[in-house]
């Protein structure tokens, strides 16, 4: 696994580590509440139990990102279904801030909480007095605030994973990232290195069959036909009286050695060169 990867998951894992300590302090002080209401036979409000029942789903939900992230984070079905819970665990611990709101007020002289309404410095129900409770109350709306950015946060860093997943997957181990996983991207003076490499290869390649195009063409027009490469021609020059600067000589003992022609094709071929013909022969020598 890239780098990347690693410092994402490792970030991410740390993030929920971050939102689990927030949800647990909720969950923790309204089953305190709750629990002190019970006992006291006090009405219960349903929102205290919507606070309960938010944060206690938040914990359950981030036990398993914590478990699972470092092995199955950035998969595209199980990220974008997290991004859409963390999305709305924000609306929750919007709602839970919305009510604990009044732990925004000053916990001093008269205050309202959540197991009622007294004087700072009176003794509450269950245990320490009323500015106790809401202190508590303005733990719980300070966590729920910074719950909510913390969730915001992770859904980012959920895309991230997703992404970075995907171009491991596409690109994978192979040549160009010799054999590791990654994207593959090469150096920008490395792309442009090859890229000339080919395109001068490619410009002489191109001249290289245009020289020859044009050598070969001009050869025939020098000519006026292609020579032969008939195996049996030596290519050795004859100068035959000076009337002929280069005649094709047959091989000793190949046929028409000291006969004459055999047509265009044969040995001794007979030419015309101007208005004379020439004759190639070359005359047979007994030994």
Not at 116 to 129: F, H
Not at 216 to 223: G, I, K, N, S
Not at 245 to 259: M, N, T, V
Request: with cysteine.
């Amino acid at each position: 696994m890239a780098i990347g990867g690693l410092i994402l998951k490792f970030g991410q894992t740390g993030l929920r580590f971050l939102e689990f300590g927030c949800a647990a302090i909720v969950l923790g002080i309204y089953s305190y509440f709750l629990s002190v209401l019970a006992d006291k036979n006090m009405h219960i409000p349903t929102w205290e139990k919507a606070v309960e029942g938010m944060a206690g789903a938040a914990c359950l939900y981030l036990i398993f990102c914590i478990l699972l992230t470092l092995f199955i984070g950035g998969i595209p079905v199980f990220a974008v279904l997290a991004i859409i819970l963390d999305l709305c665990f924000v609306g929750c611990f919007a709602g839970i801030a919305y009510y604990t709101r009044h732990g925004a007020n000053s916990c001093s002289g008269i205050v309202n909480t959540p197991l009622g309404t007294g004087l700072k410095s009176e003794n509450a129900p269950g245990a320490g007095d009323w500015g106790y409770v809401c202190s508590l109350n303005t733990a719980c709306f300070a966590v729920s605030i910074g719950a909510i950015l913390l969730f915001l946060l992770t859904a980012v860093v959920q895309f991230m994973l997703m992404r970075h997943h995907q171009k491991e997957k596409k690109f994978g181990p192979g040549p160009s990232n010799n054999y590791t996983s990654g994207s593959g991207k090469r150096s920008f003076w490395k792309r442009n290195k090859q890229n000339k490499g080919t395109r001068d290869a490619e410009m002489a390649t191109a001249a290289g069959a245009g020289g020859l195009a044009a050598a070969e063409h001009h050869h025939h027009d020098h000519h006026g036909i292609r020579p032969s490469h008939e195996t049996g021609m030596t290519g050795s020059t004859v100068n035959n009286n000076g009337q002929v600067p280069y005649a094709s000589e047959p091989k000793y003992g190949q046929p028409g050695y000291g006969e004459t022609g055999y047509g265009q094709t044969g040995y001794g071929m007979n030419e015309t060169r101007g208005a004379a013909p020439v004759n190639h022969a070359v005359t047979g020598t007994n030994y």
